[in-house]
């Protein structure tokens, strides 16, 4: 069973940056295509990354050129480096393989001032 980690959230202010990271046991993680998803109050869970095995990263037009995905293949981890940071980027950040499995317990970002 795979198991997903993320952490790094928290409180910034608007124009901060945020460092998110998720490990992720149980799966040949080198292999696999990992994504950073998000879900803000009443609204839909959303893709905003996806990095594919061999680094090809994709990102939605909301977070294009203010987020970063990475990830190292020896730790496991999956990263999301968050830039420029707006208010409605508010939302808990979840990672997950694609397709996705089961959820983790995801970290809760707040942009407020």
């Known amino acids: 069973q795979v198991n997903l980690v993320e952490s790094g959230g928290g409180l910034v202010q608007p124009g901060g940056s945020l460092r998110l990271s998720c490990v992720v046991s149980?799966?040949?993680?080198?292999?696999?295509?990992m994504g950073w998803y998000r879900q803000a109050p009443g609204k839909q869970r959303e893709r905003v990354a996806y990095i594919a095995s061999g680094g090809a990263a994709f990102y939605a037009d909301s977070v294009k050129g203010r987020f970063t995905i990475s990830r190292d293949n020896t730790k496991n981890t999956v990263y999301l480096q968050m830039n420029s940071l707006k208010p409605e980027d508010t939302a808990v950040y979840y990672c997950?393989?694609?397709?996705?499995?089961?959820w983790g317990q995801g970290t809760q970002v707040t942009v407020s001032s």
């Open positions: 149980g799966s040949f993680f080198s292999v696999e295509t």
């Open positions: 997950n393989l694609i397709p996705a499995g089961s």
